[in-house]
């Protein structure tokens, strides 16, 4: 065998970057681990001691390999509560591998993350990222035939859980979340719950390490209560600083210039139908980091 030029590895692998860690972050729901896996997936490109004829092909099945891997080992140890995605910066060119890519919308991502990771995997790899199932059945050791029942699977899974949310823009957002905490705060049970549709539901992830619900909170009585409890810990120091995050809106909640949290709220016909708070510090840094170049945190 010839080697390749160190160059052209290198280049071949910055090609494909992008869809090395959109690999490892759909599956994972983790930025961090994804591009721990961005690099443990360039070693194993640059370390490969046969010729390969399908870069692209190669390095998505080192990558979604590294990504179950990493899946399995989180839910051997197991994780405090609801997993929510963690958030990253869209739009600007804040982060350039996501540019393109819808399926990281939160909501999607919740939706693709009840799942099982084989089921995640195979309708990414098809769905997503157009790959056979030939190709996929190579990727993850299986028979062409199970693939294609995965996908199947999976899509009329997706299909029937995935949200279609109104589009609202910044100075809705914002307005309307400035109402709602309103009522939150007055304690007015009956303006809160008017902003949120009957089958509205309030998913948390604290990670263990901030408080947070234990499992998703359904319906409007139940997500109203709720929020009027945390409306009370509410105080002057926190403030709220639009960002788009995973391609939608959401609104950084912060303390002093400590990031409380980023909730995302999914509208139908005006009103709430899904908020999703990520509270877990260790899912922030990212953005705090974006949020301090923006000049928002000091």
């Known amino acids: 065998m010839t080697e390749q030029p160190?160059?052209?590895?290198?280049?071949?692998?910055?090609?494909?970057?992008?869809?090395?860690?959109?690999?490892?972050?759909?599956?994972?729901?983790?930025?961090?681990?994804?591009?721990?896996?961005?690099?443990?997936?360039?070693?194993?490109?640059?370390?490969?001691?046969?010729?390969?004829?399908?870069?692209?092909?190669?390095?998505?099945?080192?990558?979604?390999?590294?990504?179950?891997?990493?899946?399995?080992?989180?839910?051997?140890?197991?994780?405090?509560?609801?997993?929510?995605?963690?958030?990253?910066?869209?739009?600007?060119?804040?982060?350039?591998?996501?540019?393109?890519?819808?399926?990281?919308?939160?909501a999607l991502m919740v939706v693709l993350g009840t799942l099982s990771p084989l089921e995640r995997a195979a309708f990414l790899l098809h769905d997503v990222f157009s790959f056979t199932h030939a190709e996929i059945g190579v990727m993850l050791d299986r028979e062409p035939a199970a693939i294609r029942q995965l996908t199947s699977r999976a899509r009329s899974h997706v299909a029937a859980r995935r949200p279609d949310p109104s589009r609202i823009d910044r100075t809705e957002l914002v307005a309307l979340t400035e109402r709602f905490l309103a009522a939150a705060r007055t304690g007015d049970l009956a303006g809160l719950t008017a902003h949120l549709t009957d089958d509205v539901v309030f998913i948390a992830d604290g990670g263990g390490r901030r408080a947070a619900a234990m499992?998703?909170?359904?319906?409007?009585?139940?997500?109203?209560?709720?929020?009027?409890?945390?409306?009370?810990?509410?105080?002057?120091?926190?403030?709220?600083?639009?960002?788009?995050?995973?391609?939608?809106?959401?609104?950084?909640?912060?303390?002093?210039?400590?990031?409380?949290?980023?909730?995302w709220f999914v509208f139908r016909d005006g009103r709430i139908a899904q908020a999703l708070s990520v509270r877990n510090p260790d899912k922030l840094v990212g953005v705090t980091d974006t949020l301090r170049a923006m000049g928002h945190v000091d």
Do not use: C
Not at 23 to 47: H, M
Not at 72 to 88: C, N, S, T
Not at 244 to 253: D, P, S
């Open 6 to 106: 160190r160059m052209s590895v290198d280049e071949e692998y910055a090609r494909h970057r992008g869809l090395v860690i959109r690999v490892a972050y759909d599956v994972t729901g983790s930025w961090v681990d994804a591009e721990d896996i961005a690099q443990q997936t360039y070693v194993r490109w640059r370390n490969a001691h046969q010729p390969v004829h399908n870069a692209r092909a190669y390095l998505a099945r080192i990558a979604i390999n590294l990504a179950l891997d990493t899946v399995a080992r989180r839910e051997k140890v197991g994780y405090p509560g609801p997993f929510l995605p963690e958030p990253v910066a869209t739009g600007q060119g804040t982060t350039d591998a996501l540019d393109d890519a819808a399926e990281v919308e939160a």
């Open 215 to 263: 499992r998703p909170v359904r319906g409007g009585d139940k997500v109203g209560r709720l929020l009027l409890g945390l409306a009370k810990k509410v105080t002057d120091t926190w403030r709220l600083v639009p960002i788009e995050v995973n391609h939608r809106l959401a609104i950084a909640i912060f303390d002093g210039d400590t990031l409380d949290q980023v909730l």
